[in-house]
Nanobody, 112 residues
Framework: QVQLVESGGGLVQPGGSLRLSCAAS????????MSWYRQIPGKEREMVAF????????NYADSVKGRFTISRDNAKNTVYLQMNSLKPEDTAVYYC?????WGQGTQVTVSS
């Protein structure tokens, strides 16, 4: 059974940084692409970043390009989302995704 567990969320001031982690178990992690999504209450979940199984290609939502970086460590079965220059509009619950599997989410709040 695939399990995805996010961590690293919290409260940060505008302009600050956070690094989210998503640890996977119950699956051959290195075989699958991974994504980060976010959801604001009352809005649809949107994809923020994507990374291929080897990490050789990444893609980002226009709203986070140049500020967020997705990476992975296949030896640790973990995908990361480095978030810099955070803005209040980045406030959301962030989820990692592998195929049809989702983590429980981690809250990111950007506020002064």
């Amino acid at each position: 059974q695939v399990q995805l567990v996010e961590s690293g969320g919290g409260l940060v001031q505008p302009g600050g940084s956070l690094r989210l982690s998503c640890a996977a178990s119950g699956v051959t992690f290195s075989a699958y692409a991974m994504s980060w999504y976010r959801q604001i209450p009352g809005k649809e979940r949107e994809m923020v970043a994507f990374i291929t199984s080897t990490g050789g290609w990444t893609n980002y939502a226009d709203s986070v390009k140049g500020r967020f970086t997705i990476s992975r460590d296949n030896a640790k079965n973990t995908v990361y989302l480095q978030m810099n220059s955070l803005k209040p509009e980045d406030t959301a619950v962030y989820y990692c995704r592998m195929l049809s599997n989702w983590g429980q989410g981690t809250q990111v709040t950007v506020s002064s």
